[in-house]
């Protein structure tokens, strides 16, 4: 298993979206089962949806059970298909054409009540990768229901979720965790770590949690971005937050 896309985790479930399929994994231990002696899940992979290499970003699952997928080459989000790679079920409004090109660079997914509302992308544009050059200040955060860009100007974002009447998303090249007021449109910085941000969830408290940060010095960033003015790295090193002003988050 060639781990490359997200992951949508559950109680008993785990789906993990990889470099050609879909994985699904299945926890066989019973409430009373320990295994080696601390751990009370152990997901095992039960069956795998073949996709081809269509670049899967972010999973969700339905209300009804059906799973969706970013499909980052296609531009669109998508489900499995019995016939096919994929079944595309949205794209956004700027994108005139489903073909294998990355044209934006869809890649995060916000679940609301059992349906895909918010997804996030590196640009507007419409052709062949065209996002490779629009990395600093052309990202969008997009409602899927009005297909209406409700956040621009932003550097790479990932990972938008919905936390009340706010969506937490990260902009990824600015190392920051952006906090989206919805019937303001008011947005703000909860935290700002140096680096590379990518990926983050909400504990049980709703509030903000968890994410992953990696150097942004060197070729990846450079080849895209130019002489942008990155942050001191902090490699690698995982965060948790909370809200500001509380004692102790980072």
Not at 52 to 68: F, K, M, P, T, Y
Not at 86 to 115: T, Y
Not at 118 to 146: H, K, M, N, P
Request: proline residues 4%; charged residues 20%.
């Amino acid at each position: 298993m060639e781990c490359h896309g997200g992951i949508a985790a559950f109680n008993q479930r785990v789906y993990v979206g990889t470099k050609t399929e879909i994985w699904r994994l299945e926890n066989i231990l019973e409430s009373n089962e320990i295994a080696n002696e601390m751990f009370d899940r152990l997901y095992v992979p039960r069956t795998a949806e073949m996709t081809g290499d269509i670049n899967i970003h972010e999973l969700g699952v339905e209300a009804s059970g059906r799973l969706i997928f970013v499909n980052t080459h296609h531009s669109c989000l998508a489900t499995v298909s019995a016939t096919r790679a994929f079944k595309p079920i949205w794209q956004p409004k700027f994108i005139s054409k489903l073909a294998p090109e990355d044209r934006c660079h869809l890649n995060g997914v916000a679940m609301e009540n059992g349906r895909a509302h918010y997804v996030t992308a590196f640009s507007q544009a419409d052709s062949l990768e065209g996002w490779r050059g629009q990395c600093v200040g052309g990202g969008v955060l997009i409602d899927i229901d009005t297909d209406q860009i409700i956040a621009d100007g932003l550097s790479m974002p990932h990972s938008p979720r919905v936390v009340g009447n706010v969506i937490y998303f990260v902009d990824s090249l600015r190392g920051a965790l952006v906090r989206l007021d919805r019937a303001s449109g008011q947005r703000e910085d909860v935290a700002i770590c140096p680096g590379f941000a990518r990926g983050r969830s909400s504990k049980g408290s709703g509030r903000p949690s968890l994410g992953g940060w990696k150097a942004t010095e060197g070729g990846f960033c450079r080849s895209l971005c130019g002489d942008h003015d990155f942050a001191a790295a902090r490699g690698g090193v995982s965060w948790a937050f909370g809200d500001p002003g509380d004692e102790g988050s980072q």
